[in-house]
């Protein structure tokens, strides 16, 4: 079956680095999208990676390894507004995308 | 700067009523989606649907229908509802065929009861 593992919840200070893992196993890859979801609010994009390597877009950066069927999302200098989750989502074979249950991450003064 | 729509954030429904959950996009996408999102679980697909008129199951379509009779418009309609219908319900828009960096655009959800 498809497969998308990422930890549950996860707890930072502001100021710090997080970094969230997503790890997968998919029939087949065609890229894999990070979401960033504040409590009653829609999914926004973060982040694709298709090819192996980071991607970095201004405080946050995505890392990709197709070998090892993972990803993590790196956020620095946190602030208390990125308290939020954050969902992996891979695009399979057939160009659907299978989606983690989302890391909610939890900022701490 | 809104551009998915869903008409309703939160609905209490009694088990057997019809309910319709409505969705609207402004940004001319011809992919529509409904997801219902559930503690623990991924994002989970009911329907989605890729033009006007046209209409494909998901991974969940057991006890929901669709209808997209308009481009910008996509509803979810729960013929029966059920308590284990009890959920997130999201929409979301995209352009195109989905490849490359061809992301989805979410609504703000609608949080469904069934009592």
């Known amino acids: 079956g498809q497969n998308i593992d990422q930890p549950t919840e996860m707890t930072a200070t502001e100021g710090a680095i997080v970094q969230i893992n997503c790890t997968y196993q998919t029939s087949g890859f065609n890229g894999l999208f990070w979401y960033q979801q504040h409590a009653g609010e829609a999914p926004t994009f973060l982040s694709y990676?298709?090819l192996d390597g980071l991607e970095e877009k201004g405080r946050f950066s995505s890392f990709l390894s197709r070998s090892k069927g993972y990803s993590y999302l790196l956020l620095k200098e946190l602030q208390m507004k990125d308290s939020a989750s954050y969902l992996c989502a891979v695009r399979d074979s057939n160009y659907q995308l299978i989606w983690g249950a989302g890391t909610k991450l939890i900022i701490k003064p | 700067d809104v551009k998915v729509t869903q008409s309703s954030r939160y609905l209490v429904k009694r088990t057997g009523e019809k309910v319709f959950l409505e969705c609207v996009q402004d940004m001319d996408h011809e992919n529509m989606f409904w997801y219902r999102q559930d503690p623990g679980l991924g994002l989970r697909l009911i329907y989605f649907s890729y033009d006007v008129k046209m209409k494909e199951k998901g991974d969940i379509p057991e006890g929901y229908s669709v209808s997209r009779e308009k481009k910008e418009r996509f509803s979810l309609i729960l013929e029966s509802a059920s308590t284990n219908q009890t959920s997130m319900y999201l929409c979301a828009s995209a352009r195109g065929e989905p490849s490359g960096a061809n992301v989805l655009t979410f609504g703000a959800g609608s949080r469904l009861t069934v009592l």
């Open positions: 990676n298709v």
